[in-house]
């Protein structure tokens, strides 16, 4: 069945640091792709998404952009802020116009100031 | 801007114990989902429901689960006897919708139950 693999966490950065978290999946068709973050005490908000092959998404500063080839969806930013400690969680739709999505196990981020 | 609300926010309760979590979706949204978090585990999918009835579901939601939407605001999970293991992180979700990318999830905070 149609899975989504994160990297493990916990991951603890410096302020003004490049973060990098990984996301592959599997899935027949041609799913859509998301980051879905969760902040301390309240619930999973959409970060960013793509639909097809090459797309880019980016919100916040932050950037996956989908890879058929790789099947890979890892989220990037450039210089990351305490503000941005929270859980990341990517995600597929199995299909457009989806009942469900998929999600990976979370990565916890810590950033230090 | 608008939001969905679950309450409440942490609910403890006896093994063979039914409970009732409550969500109120974001108004206009058409579809509503339950999703759960096990400790450590990941989010899954729980159930899907449109037009006052249930559009999918997962192995997970068995017959101890139903959903009901009462009234024009709220939608609730019930699970009727509670197990050890259904202690968890119970996420609401609604969309617009159907799920993709013109549609996201929006989700409530989250109910934790735990079972003693």
């Known amino acids: 069945g149609n899975s989504v693999t994160q990297m493990e966490g916990p991951v603890t950065l410096s302020e003004e640091a490049f973060l990098t978290i990984n996301c592959t999946y599997t899935a027949t068709g041609y799913p859509s792709l998301f980051w879905y973050v969760q902040y301390p005490g309240e619930g999973l908000q959409l970060l960013l998404k793509a639909t097809k092959a090459d797309d880019k998404g980016s919100n916040k500063g932050f950037e996956a952009t989908y890879r058929k080839e790789t099947t890979s969806f890892h989220l990037e930013k450039g210089s990351v802020q305490v503000s941005d400690s929270a859980v990341y969680f990517c995600a597929l739709s199995e299909v457009q116009g989806a009942q469900k999505l998929v999600f990976g196990q979370g990565t916890r981020l810590t950033i230090n100031p | 801007e608008p939001e969905v609300t679950q309450t409440p926010s942490h609910q403890v309760t006896q093994m063979g114990q039914e409970v009732i979590l409550r969500c109120v979706p974001i108004s206009n949204h058409l579809y509503f989902y339950w999703y759960r978090q096990i400790l450590g585990q990941k989010v899954e999918f729980l159930v899907s429901?449109?037009?006052?009835?249930?559009?999918?579901k997962s192995e997970i939601f068995d017959d101890q689960f139903s959903v009901e939407r009462p009234d024009g605001s709220n939608f609730t999970l019930k699970i009727r006897s509670t197990k050890l293991e259904d202690s968890a992180m119970y996420f609401c979700a609604s969309s617009e919708w159907l799920v993709d990318s013109r549609s996201p999830l929006h989700f409530g905070n989250g109910t934790r139950l735990t079972v003693t």
């Open positions: 429901f449109y037009n006052n009835e249930i559009s999918e």
